[in-house]
Structures are given as C-alpha cells and as structure tokens.
C-alpha cells in the first residue's frame, strides 16, 4: 500500500483509537451519529494494507427473535464500504448504491467480521463488494458504490426572494 494511502487512513480528525479490550488498537471514526448509535463498529489496516472491520454482537442489534437485526448487518456494511474506501476517497463521499443478501443469522456474543475489496476507482466513483462472516461461517454479501463529494460553500441569499434557491445549502456527506 503507498504511503498517500495509508497517510490518509491513520489521519482522520475524527478517528478514535480503542484503548482497552478485544478491539485495543482497533479505529474507528465518530462523524457518523447513526453508525456510532449502533455500533461501535471498528476497523484496522492489517500488514499487507488490507482493511478489516468487526464487530461484537450486542442485545442492541438483535431482533425480535433474537438474530442480528438485517439493518444492523447492512449498516455494518456500509461502514466496511467506507473503511476500505477512507484511503482513496480522502474527504467525503456518499453511498449511492447498495446492494445485499442475507446467507445466515447471528446470535449475541458472537463476533462479526468484515472484509471487502475495490472492484474499481474511478476519478468520482468507487466500487466494491464484500463479505460478513462469524468465524469461517459467511453471513451477508454486499456491494455497494462510493461517490466522491466536494464540499461547496453555501451561496449568499437572494435579495429578491429573502432565501438561497432550493438545493444550494452545499455538499452531501
């Protein structure tokens, strides 16, 4: 992996570092308020530059009859799309497809893992696909693609209507 990238996946101004426990050493970022809700959802960059994530299941993310709740996996994986995705996109990007099929349950306690690898990265889109697994059993396959997003400063007022047009508030993400 170049040194750019990996740069860009220690550099976060939002990345928390876990400092106890089975994910010590472990990252994870607090810009997301959905995904810091439901999860914590962690991630680290192996020797090789690969990028895996996990997460230990909790009461919270079961369901009413007691499986990993099908949000809580697609959630997960959204955050694996950007986890592997962080060191190419270098700033913001949204989700602009998603795509997933449930292969098994999961119970709480049971730890779920995450990898997913860059089909292709383009100037403005990246696409990828992965895999949740607990243990060697395969639990969900995702694929999904990434835009990059610039932000863009809010035009002025408009000092004939007393408002900004409608879709000027800025960037997405």
């Not at 730890?111 to 403005?124: D, H, K, P, V």
Request: proline content about 5%; aromatic content about 10%; some cysteine.
């Amino acid at each position: 992996m170049d040194d750019l990238a990996k740069n860009a996946f220690l550099n976060r101004p939002d990345l928390h570092v876990g400092t106890e426990g089975e994910f010590s050493g472990w990252r994870t970022w607090n810009r997301d308020n959905f995904e810091t809700n439901n999860g914590p959802f962690w991630h680290r960059m192996e020797d090789d530059g690969r990028i895996h994530c996990a997460f230990r299941v909790e009461k919270k993310h079961l369901n009413g009859t007691g499986n990993v709740h099908g949000g809580a996996f697609m959630t997960f994986a959204d955050y694996c799309l950007f986890a592997v995705a962080s060191p190419i996109l270098q700033g913001p990007g949204v989700t602009v497809s998603f795509a997933c099929e449930f292969l098994d349950a999961a119970r709480a306690g049971e730890l779920i893992e995450g990898t997913c690898e860059i089909m292709r990265a383009g100037g403005s889109m990246t696409f990828l696909r992965g895999l949740l697994k607990s243990g060697e059993r395969p639990l969900f396959t995702f694929s999904g693609t990434i835009k990059r997003v610039k932000r863009r400063t809010p035009r002025a007022a408009s000092d004939d209507a007393g408002q900004a047009p409608p879709g000027s508030e800025g960037g997405v993400g």
